[in-house]
């Protein structure tokens, strides 16, 4: 089955720049989607199809998604920013949605 | 503003069976995708099992198939998960979840509801 790779944690100063990386076999052929999870809440789409963000999402948030290796960016990190984020695609060949272990990101 | 609202949670000894209910007020519920995904105490994201619109085609993760069955009732605008022969390993929080177009498959989840606590246990 189809493995996506995210780091356990990223830390980020407030006002700096974030970065989450997810990983997978070709990731660059697949669609990447982002969710952020406050604690205790459920999680929200950040960012879809790599690199759309839904409305109401701040344009702080941003995807790319080349090659082996689907990045999120999150500008001018706020305290509010402080969650778990996934990665997401779905796996064609076995009709499967994966989901990525997880970054807790903390604002410092 | 589109809410989806869990139901059927609770404890249940080993072998046991639930079935979890999902309802959809307020849109057209047969021209959307929807999915069940769950996350054990302190884990991460893990799908479950998704619906096609028009409830044709229904697909399941490899830890539940063949014990849990994925329904809808378009005409209730709801949601089923039947979750049979339940082990301890499926203790978590079930999300129902919406894609933002009616064939399954490729898109994010863009509605999540709050979920329904589900504890196997003896």
């Known amino acids: 089955s189809y493995v996506l790779t995210q780091p356990p944690s990223v830390s980020v100063a407030p006002g700096q720049t974030a970065k989450i990386t997810c990983g997978g076999n070709?990731?660059?052929?697949?669609?990447v989607h982002w969710y952020q999870q406050k604690a205790g809440q459920a999680p929200v789409l950040v960012v879809y199809?790599?690199?759309h963000r839904p409305s109401g999402i701040p344009e702080r948030f941003s995807g790319s998604n080349f090659g082996n290796t689907a990045t999120l960016t999150i500008t001018r990190g706020e305290a509010g920013d402080e969650a778990d984020y996934y990665c997401?695609?779905?796996?064609?060949?076995?009709?499967?949605?994966?989901f990525g272990s997880g970054t807790k990101v903390t604002v410092l | 503003e589109v809410q989806l609202l869990e139901s059927g949670g609770g404890r249940v000894q080993p072998g046991g069976s639930l079935r979890l209910s999902c309802t959809a007020p307020g849109f057209t519920f047969n021209n959307y995708a929807m999915s069940w995904v769950r996350q054990a105490p302190g884990k991460g994201l893990e799908w479950v099992s998704g619906?096609?619109?028009?409830?044709?085609?229904?697909y399941y993760a490899d830890s539940v198939k063949g014990r849990f069955t994925i329904s809808r009732d378009n005409s209730e605008n709801t949601l089923y998960l039947q979750m049979n022969s339940l082990r301890g390993e499926d203790t978590a929080l079930y999300f129902c979840?919406?894609?933002?177009?009616?064939?399954?498959?490729?898109?994010?989840?863009?509605?999540w509801g709050q979920g329904t606590l589900v504890t196997v246990s003896s």
């Open positions: 979840v919406k894609a933002p177009e009616a064939p399954y498959g490729g898109l994010a989840f863009d509605v």
């Open positions: 070709d990731l660059g052929s697949y669609s």
């Open positions: 199809d790599d690199s």
């Open positions: 997401q695609v779905w796996d064609y060949r076995s009709d499967h949605y994966v």
């Open positions: 619906m096609s619109g028009d409830g044709d085609n229904a």
